[in-house]
């Protein structure tokens, strides 16, 4: 089936630094990647949407200068957490989605630690 | 519109037991109702999923019943083992020309005890 490979899967940074998340789509084209925030015992919460070749499309209250996100190609996303704080510590989520077929497939996280 | 609400937000059940979770919409033109497992630290991992022209799908020990009219779906876990031990969440979203975002439920911690 489709897999999506996320890494790194955890990651502890200092605060002020920056952190990249890569999501790769191995075996289908995502053509639409999502991502996510989810805190402990919480559902997942949408950050931004992102076709390949086009700036992402943010969820209201995201901000966009601080969760940059590129999709340059159909077999790859990047988030780039900048100048991170303690507040963004979480567990972030890519999903990937391609034409064919309905399903979203998921990464395995990454579990953020800004100290 | 977009909200999708799911109970109960624990569930404890004896193995071998049969496992319910409800979820309910309120946007009929949701056309995908997935249905995801999470373990901890891991990233969600789809079980079954279902479209509105199906009341019903099963896939081994897991079902999905769909109600139209009511705009409501359910997943039922048959058999439960300590394995299954993990939090469920619906989802729906809307393929056909909605941009594809998926509205994720609140999610249920199933604990199935020997």
């Known amino acids: 089936g489709a897999v999506v490979s996320q890494h790194p899967s955890w990651v502890i940074c200092k605060s002020g630094t920056s952190v990249k998340i890569e999501c790769r789509s191995l075996?289908?084209?995502?053509?639409?990647m999502f991502w996510y925030r989810q805190f402990p015992k919480q559902s997942l919460m949408l950050m931004a949407t992102s076709n390949e070749g086009s700036k992402a499309t943010y969820e209201q209250g995201v901000e966009k200068d601080k969760f940059l996100i590129n999709h340059a190609s159909l077999t790859l996303s990047t988030l780039t957490v900048t100048s991170a704080h303690p507040e963004d510590s979480s567990f972030y989520i890519c999903?990937?989605?391609?034409?064919?077929?309905?399903?979203?497939?998921f990464g395995s996280g990454t579990r953020l630690t800004v100290v | 519109q977009q909200q999708v609400k799911q109970s109960p937000q624990s569930l404890i059940v004896q193995k071998g037991g049969i496992s319910i979770i409800n979820c309910a919409y309120e946007?009929?033109?949701?056309?995908?109702f997935p249905w995801y497992q999470q373990f901890p630290g891991k990233g969600p991992a789809l079980l079954i999923a279902?479209?509105?022209?199906?009341s019903e799908k099963k896939e081994g020990r897991f079902t999905i019943s769909f109600n139209k009219s009511a705009k409501q779906f359910s997943l039922h876990i048959m058999d439960s083992q300590p394995g299954d031990s993990a939090t469920y969440f619906c989802a729906a979203s809307i393929l056909t020309g909605g941009g594809n975002k998926l509205t994720f439920g609140t999610g249920t911690q199933l604990k199935v005890e020997l």
């Open positions: 999903s990937g989605k391609g034409n064919i077929g309905y399903g979203y497939t």
């Open positions: 279902i479209r509105p022209d199906v």
């Open positions: 946007n009929t033109a949701f056309d995908y």
């Open positions: 075996d289908f084209q995502a053509t639409t």
